[in-house]
């Protein structure tokens, strides 16, 4: 019996100490993984947007998504915040105070408060490795010019990237919408941003054809800002103008029937007034600035190759970006092309989606798929 019991208690200290050893080395695995994750640099996608900043860390997803507004002391030049906490302050800082959106129309207006923009953001997320920089792909509009993609490559290279890749918009908004560009077959986007809004025909994994006006989000926000002053004589900012466009905006008619009371100050009197305005008014004051995106998305299906033309009534028209989040602009879009038009799953997202698939795929794409 003894020396059964002397048996049982040898094997169960051989298995404790077995099992101590197992689970050290797990550990040790688990601190040498994690040390090489703080040496090397992280690959990241940004969707570097008039009105959103969105970046895409591989591997972790969608880590960062703020508005592209920096507030900065003019009298000393020094940064006070950045994103939704510069957004805030816009039209409420004292005069030695500016709220900057540093990007205008899809592109760089002001280079170095971009690059503080940038630095800050990629210092926040702590993507740059002991050892490495981070590879950066960043997203441009299809028509921009060639010093235009230079100031944003070099933006991006002075804010921290190793080696910065563009590609064009739309192209990565549709894959992350989802949409199989790498086939031979025709697939339309339509991607409304801030400042810009591309419009492209993929095929096997190219634009075929392409359109970029500058007419988008922050432009319907001036018209609506615009309409208030000429009809009401009521001055009211642009922050008001992006809540009535979200809350009682549409672009297609008597589908929408809200109201909505906005404060502003009289130009009149100067004195702070209340009006109530509703979902029709804001129709027709969008009408014009809506007619050139339906009519830059007729001029490109007008170049498409019939072939790519009649995929293209099979698989229908996907809406991304902010703008096609917009009350009514798919049925708006669907009655005028006479083509179904659907709104993408989470289509302020698409872009950085896209950017993700890229990035985990970099190594097999062929390099002419990269700026």
Known sequence: MGKILKLIIHISSFVIKYYIRTKERVFKRKILKEEKAVMLAKDIGIDLGTANVLIHVRGKGIVLNEPSVVAIDKNIGKVLAVGEEARQMVGRTPSNIIAIRPLKDGVIADFDVTEAMLKYFMDKLNVKGVLSKPRILICCPTDITLVEKKAIREAAEKSGGKKVYLEEEPK?????????????????????????????????????TSASIKM??????????????????????????????????????????????????????????VITIKSEEIEGALRESVSVIVQASKSVLEQTPPELSADIIDRGIILTGGGALLHGMDQLLAEELKVPVFVAENPMDCVAIGTGIMLENMDKLPRRQFS
């Open 172 to 208: 990565v908004a549709a894959l992350g919408a989802g949409m199989e560009i790498f086939q031979p077959s025709g697939n339309m986007v339509v991607d409304i941003g801030g400042g810009t809004t591309d419009v492209a025909v993929l095929s096997m994994g190219d634009i075929v």
């Open 216 to 273: 988008a989000g922050d432009k319907f926000d001036q018209e609506i800002l615009n309409y208030i002053k000429r009809r009401y004589k009521l001055l009211i900012g642009e922050r008001t103008a992006e809540e009535i466009k979200i809350n009682i905006g549409t672009v297609f008619n008597q589908y929408r029937q809200e109201e909505m009371d906005i404060r502003g100050r009289d130009m009149v009197s100067g004195l702070p007034r």
